[in-house]
């Protein structure tokens, strides 16, 4: 069997679910056996190569994760939401209820950490009105929920996917 | 009951009439999902997940609404349905911002698991993310209103089980929102602090703060005890973890109530002040950590003393009434049986020998009414008792009472209370005038013929002819026509419940005598023979404590100057004494006290301070208001360095007495004995128990 391509991104999320892969540990080994991890954010690669599977920690907050994901899709077969950011919007989509000016203020101005602020304006994307889960943008292939998931769960629905399989949701988790 | 036929997933079903299709498919297993639906409460069909199909209905129709007929044909897993509901559940989830990771209730959270169930593993519809309030304005309850799905679970539980009404809901379709009152916050609102609307609610929105550092129920293995808040004797339920203890529901009980008061729900896991870890010996002015047994010796050293050996009723006890009846029983038994002093008595605020004397305890347990006789009254009538701080989930009983079945509340207390908005007659009268009072809306009850004065002597009933509404007056203090239309209300009632608190005895026996001649002369007894009177035990086991022999002191005139030891066993009563007690304990020689937690008012008038266990990690026994002993299994052990009280006064007993003088802890008292975990204590027969009509003349000579 030829080996199976996976890509891995981070986008408006806190690296949890990535932690939660790297906890696949031992397993690593199996995985290495059976992939290639093409691209991550471990692995220094500009643009994406093609790839059979892609996992998108992360939901969409600015320009850039709209642009990331929008390739990842176009270079992955199947694309997979990993963890509640990617597929519910999580904490980040905390902000929504506020504007995004407002959000900013406190953030860079009015914090009590800080004394004279600014918000950045220079090289760092525009954030999107809302956050949003990414399947409100993309075509999701599949969804493992949890904050993060758990390694034996993504050790589940990936290697399902590396089988060509589906694995079931039967053991649904969101935190 | 008629009966009825139908079909419920190809399987033929007999139901009584009248039930929710919901209800027939639970008492045959079968597990219809569903979100608003609450056991005890009134169904609405506000979430949409317990719909079904009916052949011959062209729409699915909600099953915890809809009786159950002959012939229904009924379906509750198609495909479409299982469709609908994950579509349901999708639009509960993007309604507004549920966050499971930091939300309190994930792991135990119903739309939670109803979303595992139906494979939501997105929501496909676009999110609301609407701004709403979090209300963290109560003392223990926070309000998400970013977690609730508008079930009225919340709204239905404080309505029909706590009878308090304060939330309901504002606005309609999508903007409804859950309000306090007239939209005030929580905290400010008429919310009684009971915690029921967290306990019924299915998600995250109601939570209780403590929780959100820490457990709260995300664990689904509960444990549980008594309540050892008040004499009511709720049975509650716990999670543990951790030796914490977690969210404290109710858990049946007395009554099976599904209510507790802020007592039982908050206060015993938000206590007010440090834990105590050492034995303590005062030293100078100041405490010391110290060895047990370096208390035992003193206390035996001073046993050994000539003046206690001359007059062992040197020796006084003060035990708190929450203590469990094995602890009460040791403690009294070490000071009769082996000090010789009859002086122990249970420190609440009531005047324990009046309530004695009044209800005769010494000729057997009376049969009072419990929780359920309340539950059947159609009217009531409180006398001395701030019911809302005291007896809080009583308070609840009488409010649903006249909030759903229009029961009539009379009320004669000088307080005004929040009870007292809601009454018919409120009787402002000093609180020494309540004997009279009763005694003369005895004597109205005998002119409207309500009760029977056959018994009463002829001298008496002449006096009392001659006796008119003026006299009443003045020997009352207040105005006449008032109590007349207490009695003529209390006459024309079904089931009057008579409800006393500690005030009506506070100055002897002769109030609790009066309100008892009412029930008798009126022959208010329920059909196993209990009389419709509740008699308010302050402390969980006032009553239990009431099975030991009378004791020869009362807190009222407990006169210390005569006191050389005195052991002051309080578990963990955190209630202040009032000052009179203290400086009286000042003039004991030498005070042990055994505490769970630091009490100011205690240690500075202490010489020794035993640290002992709290309430859930001891277990033990108590009896209720109504004579039902239960009991309560400690949900955990208790830290090392706690004494058991029973263990010390073995201890004390062993290093004082001589071998041959040995002393074995006695079994509890024998109405105990054979009774079983829940079940009443055989009470007197008091049918033909005459009325004292002492009352009655002394209204006449006032
Ligand atoms: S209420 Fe339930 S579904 Fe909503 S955030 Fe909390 S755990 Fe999740
Ligand atoms: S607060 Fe809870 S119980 Fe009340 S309506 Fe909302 S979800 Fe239901
Ligand atoms: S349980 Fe029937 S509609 Fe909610």
């Given at each position: 069997m030829a080996k199976k391509r996976i890509a891995t991104v981070w986008l408006c999320g806190c690296s949890g679910c990535h932690m939660s892969f790297l906890d696949l540990d031992d397993r690593l080994i199996d995985l290495a056996a059976m992939a290639d991890v093409v691209a991550s954010p471990i692995v220094d690669v500009k643009d994406f190569p093609k790839c059979d599977i892609g996992l998108v920690e992360g939901g969409v907050a600015n320009e850039e994760n709209l642009e990331v994901l929008l390739k990842l899709r176009a270079a992955s077969d199947t694309l997979v939401s990993l963890g509640d950011c990617a597929g519910f919007g999580c904490v980040p989509m905390l902000r929504n209820q506020f504007s995004n000016q407002d959000v900013l203020d406190r953030a860079y101005i009015d914090v009590e950490s800080t004394a004279f602020g600014a918000v950045p304006t220079i090289e760092v994307p525009q954030l999107l009105p809302k956050v949003k889960p990414i399947h409100e943008h993309v075509k999701v292939d599949a969804w493992i929920p949890g904050c993060p998931p758990s390694a034996d769960r993504i050790w589940k629905a990936v290697g399902a996917l590396l089988r060509g399989e589906v694995a079931d949701g039967d053991t649904l988790e969101y935190d | 009951m008629s009966n009825v036929r139908l079909s419920i997933n190809e399987r033929e079903i007999d139901c009584a009439a009248g039930t929710t299709i919901l209800n027939a498919c639970k008492a045959h297993d079968i597990d219809v999902p569903t979100l608003c639906h609450f056991e005890g409460l009134t169904d609405v069909g506000a979430c949409r997940l317990c719909i079904v199909e009916i052949d011959g209905m062209r729409r699915p129709i909600s099953s915890c609404t809809t009786p159950v007929e002959n012939g229904m044909v009924v379906r509750t897993h198609t495909p479409r349905l299982q469709t609908l509901r994950r579509q349901t559940l999708e639009l509960l989830f993007g309604e507004r911002n549920h966050i499971c990771p930091f939300c309190p209730r994930s792991g135990n959270c119903e739309l939670q698991n109803r979303g595992y169930e139906?494979?939501?593993?997105?929501?496909?519809?676009?999110?609301?993310?609407?701004?709403?309030?979090?209300?963290?304005?109560?003392?223990?309850?926070?309000?998400?209103?970013?977690?609730?799905?508008?079930?009225?679970?919340?709204?239905?539980?404080?309505?029909?089980?706590?009878?308090?009404?304060?939330?309901?809901?504002?606005?309609?379709?999508?903007?409804?929102?859950?309000?306090?009152?007239?939209?005030?916050?929580l905290g400010e609102s008429s919310c009684v602090s009971c915690g029921t609307c967290v306990t019924v609610c299915p998600t995250g929105a109601l939570f209780e703060k403590r929780s959100a550092h820490w457990h709260g129920r995300s664990t689904k293995e509960f444990k549980e005890t008594i309540c050892t808040g008040c004499g009511v004797g709720c049975r509650i339920r716990a999670t543990v973890q951790l030796r914490q203890v977690g969210e404290l529901h109710a858990a049946g009980g007395p009554d099976n109530n599904r209510i507790l008061c802020e007592k039982g729900r908050f206060w015993l896991t938000h206590p007010g002040s440090a834990r105590i870890n050492n034995v303590l010996i005062r030293v100078g002015g100041q405490f010391e950590q110290r060895d047990v047994d370096e208390v035992v010796q003193e206390c035996a050293r001073r046993l050994r003393s000539v003046s206690i050996q001359k007059d062992p009723q040197r020796v006084v006890a003060l035990l708190s009434g929450h203590l469990p009846l094995e602890t009460l029983n040791a403690t009294q038994s070490f000071m009769r049986d082996v000090v010789g002093s009859d002086r122990w008595v249970?420190?609440?605020?009531?005047?324990?020998?009046?309530?004695?004397?009044?209800?005769?305890?010494?000729?057997?347990?009376?049969?009072?009414?419990?929780?359920?006789?309340?539950?059947?009254?159609?009217?009531?009538v409180v006398i001395g008792a701030n019911l809302e701080r005291n007896a809080g989930v009583v308070a609840s009983y009488v409010r649903r009472g006249v909030l759903h079945r229009r029961a009539r509340l009379l009320k004669i207390n000088?307080?005004?209370?929040?009870?007292?908005?809601?009454?018919?007659?409120?009787?402002?009268?000093?609180?020494?005038?309540?004997?009279?009072?009763?005694?003369?809306?005895?004597?109205?009850?005998?002119?409207?013929?309500?009760?029977?004065?056959?018994?009463?002597?002829?001298?008496?009933?002449?006096?009392?002819?001659?006796?008119?509404?003026?006299?009443?007056?003045?020997?009352?203090?207040?105005?006449?026509?008032?109590?007349?239309?207490?009695?003529?209300?209390?006459?024309?009632?079904?089931?009057?419940?008579?409800?006393?608190?500690?005030?009506?005895?506070?100055?002897?026996?002769?109030?609790?005598?009066?309100?008892?001649?009412?029930?008798?002369?009126?022959?208010?007894?329920?059909?196993?023979?209990?009389?419709?009177?509740?008699?308010l035990a302050l402390q969980a086991n006032t009553y239990g404590a009431r099975l030991f022999e009378e004791p020869g002191l009362n807190m009222h005139d407990f006169d210390p100057h005569s006191a050389d030891i005195a052991f002051l066993v309080l578990g963990d009563s955190q209630r202040e004494w009032p000052r009179t007690w203290l400086q009286k304990l000042r003039a004991v020689t030498y005070v042990v006290a055994f505490l769970t937690r630091e009490r100011e008012d205690v240690l500075a008038a202490s010489h020794a301070v035993i640290p002992t266990a709290t309430w859930s990690e001891r277990g033990g026994t108590y009896v209720n208001l109504e004579g039902r002993l239960q009991v309560?299994?400690?949900?955990?052990?208790?830290?090392?360095?706690?004494?058991?009280?029973?263990?010390?006064?073995?201890?004390?007993?062993?290093?004082?007495?001589?071998?041959?003088?040995?002393?074995?802890?006695?079994?509890?008292?024998?109405?105990?004995?054979?009774?079983?975990?829940?079940?009443?204590?055989?009470?007197?027969?008091?049918?033909?128990?005459?009325?004292?009509?002492?009352?009655?003349?002394?209204?006449?000579?006032?």
């Amino acid at each position: 069997m030829a080996k199976k391509r996976i890509a891995t991104v981070w986008l408006c999320g806190c690296s949890g679910c990535h932690m939660s892969f790297l906890d696949l540990d031992d397993r690593l080994i199996d995985l290495a056996a059976m992939a290639d991890v093409v691209a991550s954010p471990i692995v220094d690669v500009k643009d994406f190569p093609k790839c059979d599977i892609g996992l998108v920690e992360g939901g969409v907050a600015n320009e850039e994760n709209l642009e990331v994901l929008l390739k990842l899709r176009a270079a992955s077969d199947t694309l997979v939401s990993l963890g509640d950011c990617a597929g519910f919007g999580c904490v980040p989509m905390l902000r929504n209820q506020f504007s995004n000016q407002d959000v900013l203020d406190r953030a860079y101005i009015d914090v009590e950490s800080t004394a004279f602020g600014a918000v950045p304006t220079i090289e760092v994307p525009q954030l999107l009105p809302k956050v949003k889960p990414i399947h409100e943008h993309v075509k999701v292939d599949a969804w493992i929920p949890g904050c993060p998931p758990s390694a034996d769960r993504i050790w589940k629905a990936v290697g399902a996917l590396l089988r060509g399989e589906v694995a079931d949701g039967d053991t649904l988790e969101y935190d | 009951m008629s009966n009825v036929r139908l079909s419920i997933n190809e399987r033929e079903i007999d139901c009584a009439a009248g039930t929710t299709i919901l209800n027939a498919c639970k008492a045959h297993d079968i597990d219809v999902p569903t979100l608003c639906h609450f056991e005890g409460l009134t169904d609405v069909g506000a979430c949409r997940l317990c719909i079904v199909e009916i052949d011959g209905m062209r729409r699915p129709i909600s099953s915890c609404t809809t009786p159950v007929e002959n012939g229904m044909v009924v379906r509750t897993h198609t495909p479409r349905l299982q469709t609908l509901r994950r579509q349901t559940l999708e639009l509960l989830f993007g309604e507004r911002n549920h966050i499971c990771p930091f939300c309190p209730r994930s792991g135990n959270c119903e739309l939670q698991n109803r979303g595992y169930e139906h494979g939501v593993d997105h929501v496909r519809f676009d999110y609301l993310f609407p701004k709403l309030p979090v209300d963290n304005s109560h003392r223990y309850i926070a309000f998400d209103h970013n977690r609730c799905i508008m079930c009225t679970r919340c709204v239905r539980a404080c309505d029909e089980w706590v009878g308090a009404h304060t939330l309901d809901v504002d606005e309609r379709g999508g903007l409804s929102r859950i309000i306090a009152d007239q939209n005030v916050p929580l905290g400010e609102s008429s919310c009684v602090s009971c915690g029921t609307c967290v306990t019924v609610c299915p998600t995250g929105a109601l939570f209780e703060k403590r929780s959100a550092h820490w457990h709260g129920r995300s664990t689904k293995e509960f444990k549980e005890t008594i309540c050892t808040g008040c004499g009511v004797g709720c049975r509650i339920r716990a999670t543990v973890q951790l030796r914490q203890v977690g969210e404290l529901h109710a858990a049946g009980g007395p009554d099976n109530n599904r209510i507790l008061c802020e007592k039982g729900r908050f206060w015993l896991t938000h206590p007010g002040s440090a834990r105590i870890n050492n034995v303590l010996i005062r030293v100078g002015g100041q405490f010391e950590q110290r060895d047990v047994d370096e208390v035992v010796q003193e206390c035996a050293r001073r046993l050994r003393s000539v003046s206690i050996q001359k007059d062992p009723q040197r020796v006084v006890a003060l035990l708190s009434g929450h203590l469990p009846l094995e602890t009460l029983n040791a403690t009294q038994s070490f000071m009769r049986d082996v000090v010789g002093s009859d002086r122990w008595v249970i420190a609440d605020r009531s005047n324990t020998q009046s309530t004695r004397a009044a209800l005769d305890i010494d000729s057997g347990l009376p049969p009072l009414a419990g929780l359920k006789e309340l539950d059947r009254a159609d009217l009531f009538v409180v006398i001395g008792a701030n019911l809302e701080r005291n007896a809080g989930v009583v308070a609840s009983y009488v409010r649903r009472g006249v909030l759903h079945r229009r029961a009539r509340l009379l009320k004669i207390n000088p307080r005004h209370t929040w009870l007292t908005d809601w009454t018919d007659v409120h009787l402002e009268s000093e609180r020494r005038r309540d004997p009279m009072i009763l005694a003369a809306m005895l004597k109205y009850l005998i002119d409207m013929g309500a009760a029977d004065a056959a018994t009463m002597p002829t001298d008496l009933s002449k006096k009392l002819k001659r006796f008119d509404d003026d006299d009443i007056s003045i020997a009352c203090g207040i105005d006449a026509t008032q109590i007349k239309q207490m009695a003529a209300l209390y006459a024309a009632a079904e089931a009057p419940m008579i409800i006393c608190g500690r005030g009506l005895s506070k100055h002897g026996p002769t109030g609790l005598i009066g309100a008892l001649n009412i029930v008798r002369a009126t022959g208010n007894q329920t059909a196993d023979g209990k009389w419709r009177l509740m008699d308010l035990a302050l402390q969980a086991n006032t009553y239990g404590a009431r099975l030991f022999e009378e004791p020869g002191l009362n807190m009222h005139d407990f006169d210390p100057h005569s006191a050389d030891i005195a052991f002051l066993v309080l578990g963990d009563s955190q209630r202040e004494w009032p000052r009179t007690w203290l400086q009286k304990l000042r003039a004991v020689t030498y005070v042990v006290a055994f505490l769970t937690r630091e009490r100011e008012d205690v240690l500075a008038a202490s010489h020794a301070v035993i640290p002992t266990a709290t309430w859930s990690e001891r277990g033990g026994t108590y009896v209720n208001l109504e004579g039902r002993l239960q009991v309560g299994a400690p949900l955990m052990q208790p830290p090392s360095h706690a004494v058991d009280e029973i263990a010390f006064f073995q201890k004390l007993s062993n290093e004082w007495k001589a071998a041959q003088d040995a002393w074995d802890v006695p079994p509890l008292p024998a109405a105990c004995d054979g009774v079983a975990d829940g079940a009443l204590l055989s009470c007197r027969d008091d049918r033909d128990r005459a009325v004292d009509w002492t009352t009655l003349r002394e209204l006449t000579e006032a």
